[in-house]
């Protein structure tokens, strides 16, 4: 059992978890093969910093999207890519790619543009095909979310089948996953985690309640399907944000909010922003480690959390069962 | 003196899902310091009222009033600020403990970050100590068994603190002793407190014991509303639950059913 949430544990948890966080990105800033922070001051603020950071919001913003997902489709195995949004995503950078499309925004390339754009795409048909009259309820959202997921995939698919070897191995590299590419301004990218993070924080009360279940939520005073609704679509933004930013990245949305349930506990008012700091300096590790991995070649980070990140969740799920176990027994 | 305000009030309600009708004309008072028993077979309509008082489902004809007011004119919150509902199940799927799981009570009196303050857990607390609860408080709501979780249900429900309780069969997993101290609970939050209850429940003698009144449903309809001497007679009864039924009084008066098979 953990201690119930109250504001002086939120402040506690948020404290060690931002500490941790400054030093993660300290060591992420320290690391390369130029030298530690002693290294040309340019490589130090213009290159690893602002990488960190886009690994940090990156790591961040899935990990608080799977814990919404879960509660939302009340499913502990969903994740942030299980709807589809990703998958949207991955076809509209697929497009770019194939057309070679110029950069239509300055300083936006074309490709994160319209990873972004099939991501908010997917977003519609999703809430479209989910709605009901009216209604907005899980087993629904997850059925259009994962018929819209095989249909992005197959398109994918047939895509690939007709481009050329080299736009394979851009297509390929990019579904990896990986922070290097990244070249969406910075404060483009923080500004939708931000606006995303804070929608989701104000329905974390209901997303409690809506673990429950949807009458019990109702009968609480929760409008169901508002709730679910705003929090589908502001965690999907930042599915979106994060994927045109970096491609998929496997299993950091998944692996993480679980983790940090395992140490604080279900309650959401706790559980979405440590989740968010936590995937935050997950992902800075994990992507610090692909850098150091192979100097001077790089493992797409995607690939690192992907291998790591199976094994770390069923050894996580081994131990939470043998923890409920061990208090059945006594 | 007055009579007692109405508490819920369904006017000809009719409700349906989909296109099969499950309530038919409802006509049904329930006033402030009363305990209504609400009995009936299986899938007589009885849950559909539970959930017609409280807007989960809404009518297809006639009106439901919470307070006098039409409840479609009520918000969401302030309607959980009147109501608390003890439904059948529900469990959540992450391990929530059981004095998470009671403060969630407090949840249409909280802003929506917010976090409950001591008079809060206080509140949660005496709600567990009302159904004999007290020593669950740390452990997770999954690992409890039926009766105990049933018990902390209800304790969600104290705790909204609410003029309006609807019960839906909330002994059906308590042992005998539970049941009836479930009873007396509610009797006595209707004496004390003045509380206004609707209970469905499948345990007609106690019913019989501690309602004021009884509500009889039958194929979506109400077949009888009336002190439970009226209203639990064999006649009565056989023809609605279909089996041979034998009533007998006891001393004070008060029936007592068995089904004789």
């Not at chain 1, 899980?138 to 992005?152: E, K, Q, T």
């Not at chain 2, 539970?50 to 004119?73: E, F, I, K, L, M």
């Not at chain 2, 639950?241 to 009533?247: A, M, N, P, R």
């Amino acid at each position: 059992m953990t201690p119930r949430a109250t504001p002086a544990r939120l402040v506690v948890v948020l404290g060690v978890l931002v500490v941790v966080l400054a030093g993660v990105l300290l060591a992420a800033a320290a690391s390369g093969p130029a030298g530690g922070l002693t290294a040309d001051s340019r490589i130090v603020f213009q290159l690893r910093l602002p990488r960190a950071i886009v690994a940090a919001l990156v790591g961040g913003a899935l990990s608080i999207c799977g814990a919404t997902f879960q509660a939302v489709l009340r499913n502990p195995l969903a994740s942030p890519f299980v709807l589809g949004v990703s998958g949207g995503g991955s076809l509209g950078a697929v497009v770019a790619i194939l057309l070679g499309v110029p950069p239509l925004l300055p300083g936006v390339p074309s490709i994160p543009l319209f990873a972004f754009a099939g991501c908010l795409a997917a977003i519609g048909v999703i809430h479209l095909g989910a709605s009901r009259r009216g209604h907005l309820l899980a087993h629904d959202l997850l059925l259009a979310g994962v018929v819209a997921n095989s249909f992005f995939l197959a398109a994918m698919a047939v895509l690939q089948y007709v481009a050329d070897p080299t736009q394979t191995a851009r297509i390929v590299h990019w579904t990896l996953g990986s922070i290097q590419s990244s070249t969406v301004p910075l404060p483009v990218t923080a500004g939708l985690m931000a606006v995303g993070v804070l929608l989701v924080l104000v329905h974390a009360n209901d997303l409690n309640l809506l673990s429950v279940g949807d009458e019990t939520a109702t009968n609480l005073g929760v409008d169901v399907t508002r709730a679910r609704r705003h929090a589908f679509l502001a965690a999907s933004l930042m599915v979106g944000a994060a994927v045109a930013v970096s491609g998929p990245i496997a299993f950091v949305g998944l692996f993480v909010p679980h983790a940090v349930r395992f140490f604080t506990g279900p309650d959401h008012r706790i559980l979405l922003p440590a989740s968010f700091l936590a995937g935050a300096s997950f992902l800075v590790l994990a992507d610090t480690a692909a850098r150091a991995a192979f100097a001077p070649h790089e493992l797409p980070v995607g690939v690192l959390t992907a291998v790591i990140g199976a094994p770390a969740f069923y050894v996580l799920l081994v131990r939470q069962r043998n923890r409920t176990t061990a208090r059945t027994d006594a | 003196m007055s009579a007692p305000a109405n508490a819920v009030e369904f006017a000809g309600a009719a409700f349906a899902y989909r296109e099969r009708d499950v309530l038919c004309d409802v006509n049904l008072v329930v006033r402030e310091g009363e305990f209504v028993g609400v009995l009936g077979p299986n899938g007589s309509g009885k849950t559909t009222l539970v959930r017609g008082a409280t807007r989960v489902v809404t009518p297809r004809a006639g009106v439901v009033r919470v307070h006098g007011v039409d409840v479609s004119q009520i918000s969401r919150r302030d309607l959980a600020r009147r109501i608390a509902v003890v439904p059948q199940e529900g469990v959540p799927i992450f391990p929530y403990t059981v004095l998470e799981t009671v403060l969630m009570g407090r949840a249409p009196w909280l802003g929506s970050f917010a976090f409950e303050g001591e008079d809060d857990v206080e509140r949660a607390r005496e709600a567990l100590a009302a159904v004999d609860a007290t020593h669950l408080e740390d452990r997770d709501l999954s690992e409890l068994s039926g009766g105990e979780r049933q018990r902390v249900v209800v304790a969600r429900a104290l705790a909204q603190n609410t003029r309006i309780v609807l019960a839906d069969e909330p002994t059906a997993h308590l042992d005998l002793r539970h049941a009836v101290s479930m009873f007396q609970l509610f009797r006595r939050l209707r004496d004390e407190r003045g509380l206004a209850v609707l209970l469905v429940t499948h345990d007609l003698n106690l019913a019989a014991r501690y309602c004021d009144r009884v509500v009889l449903l039958a194929a979506g309809t109400i077949r009888a509303d009336g002190v439970p001497r009226d209203v639990l007679t064999a006649p009565l009864l056989e023809l609605t639950f279909g089996t041979c039924i034998e009533v007998r009084l006891r001393d004070d008066g008060t029936p007592f059913v068995v089904a004789a098979g």
